[in-house]
């Protein structure tokens, strides 16, 4: 019996998932998580709304959800002032990072992005064969004139850039954002992740332009909403690009369950007030937990703190199997000089408690190991 091969892509892969979920960790350690602040869920859950709704959905399930997801698609038009020719649904930001670069990438072509950022981007794009130039983040924050330069230098045809930025919770004002807009070398597509925008100050997020064919921006159910397990996300743009991704896109992709809890989500806008004020307070709370531990934590404009440990990469890698071992989920920057951070993700007030008591506890032993 002799297999057939795979692409010749395909064969220099490693099946590697980017992120090693939780449920992996648990699994190798034999026990779950008291806490799960590593992977910026929002762990306040959904509106309650969406959740009967999800429930009322659950009885339909034996039907397909309508391909052109047109009522969420029309929801989100109303709610930002958008055409629905505008926006297309995907399975999360990561389903439409996969469309954006089947679209766009053949082997050899060229895309930018930042030396430790977003890592599912970089999976869909050596999937197809595309190669990646990097630049360094410039302090703690992803560099638009770094990211444009080497995207002229390589020709490039995406460029990427996440505002908020994950892993380290910074961000740029629009004004900066535009800018770069403007300077985008013809030919060059700029994919703005806008994954963490409901938690961002006021003038983060740009003015809609949907003149605009070179830029397609990206928002998500999984963090504000807290729906991260119904993979629901929206990419916005100009309808001629939203037009092309009915060309390579999953049309039956979307749950039918998930869709109907997104619109009701969109529809509860108390309830994301609600998290945002959650998630601010818990930031203010992580924020002063690493400072009375001796840590810094940075800025965030995110529903997660990164933190400074104030030292290298090994021991920041030591603070986070520490507290791993006392049973809190959390995770940390992949690349130098991010990776001498730790990164908690916010939640309600047990967690916080759990965290708060680790923490000094897993520094004491972090430090011992020295
Ligand atoms: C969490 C995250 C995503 C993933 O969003 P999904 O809609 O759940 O796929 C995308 N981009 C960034 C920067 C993120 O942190």
Not at 42 to 70: L, N, T
Not at 74 to 103: K, P, T
Not at 167 to 186: C, F, K, T
Not at 304 to 332: G, Q, Y
Request: proline fraction near 6%; include cysteine.
């Amino acid at each position: 019996m002799t297999a057939p091969k795979t692409t010749a892509i395909a064969q220099t892969l490693s099946a590697i998932s980017p992120f090693v979920g939780p449920e992996t960790n648990e699994r190798a350690r034999g026990k779950p998580f008291a806490a799960r602040l590593g992977a910026n869920e929002s762990v306040f859950g959904p509106s309650p709304k969406a959740i009967a709704a999800m429930q009322d959905a659950a009885k339909d399930v034996w039907m397909y959800a309508d391909a052109e997801c047109f009522e969420l698609r029309n929801a989100l038009a109303d709610y930002h002032g958008l055409s629905a020719d505008n926006i297309l649904i995907g399975e999360g930001i990561d389903g439409l990072l996969n469309y954006v670069v089947r679209l766009f990438i053949e082997p050899g072509d060229c895309v930018v992005t930042s030396a430790g950022a977003y890592p599912t981007f970089n999976y869909h794009v050596a999937g197809f064969g595309g190669k990646i130039e990097t630049v360094p983040f410039k302090d703690d924050r992803e560099d638009p004139d770094a990211l444009l330069d080497k995207a002229r230098e390589c020709a490039a045809k995406l460029v990427y850039i996440a505002n908020p930025d994950n892993p380290m919770g910074s961000w740029h004002n629009a004004d900066v954002i535009e800018d770069m807009i403007a300077r985008l070398p013809d030919g060059c597509l700029l994919i703005l992740d806008e994954a963490y925008i409901e938690f961002a100050p006021e003038g983060t997020a740009p003015e809609w332009d949907m003149d605009n064919p070179q830029v397609l921006r990206m928002r998500t159910f999984s963090k504000a909403y807290g729906m991260a397990g119904a993979r629901v996300g929206y990419a916005i743009g100009h309808p001629d690009l939203i037009r092309d991704f009915g060309k390579i896109r999953n049309h039956f992709g979307a749950s039918r369950i998930s869709l109907e809890g997104a619109v009701a989500a969109l529809a509860d806008q108390d309830y994301l007030v609600q998290t945002q004020d959650n998630v601010a307070r818990s930031r203010a709370r992580i924020a002063e937990a690493a400072r009375a531990n001796g840590l810094e934590p940075l800025p965030s404009a995110t529903n997660f703190v990164t933190i400074d440990c104030k030292s290298d990469s090994a021991f920041a890698k030591r603070v986070l199997s520490e507290l791993m071992e006392r049973d809190i989920f959390v995770r940390m920057p992949f690349n130098p000089p991010q990776d001498r951070c730790i990164r908690i993700s916010t939640g309600p007030e047990r967690e916080m408690e759990l965290f708060e008591e680790a923490l000094p506890k897993a520094l004491t032993a972090a430090r011992a190991e020295d």
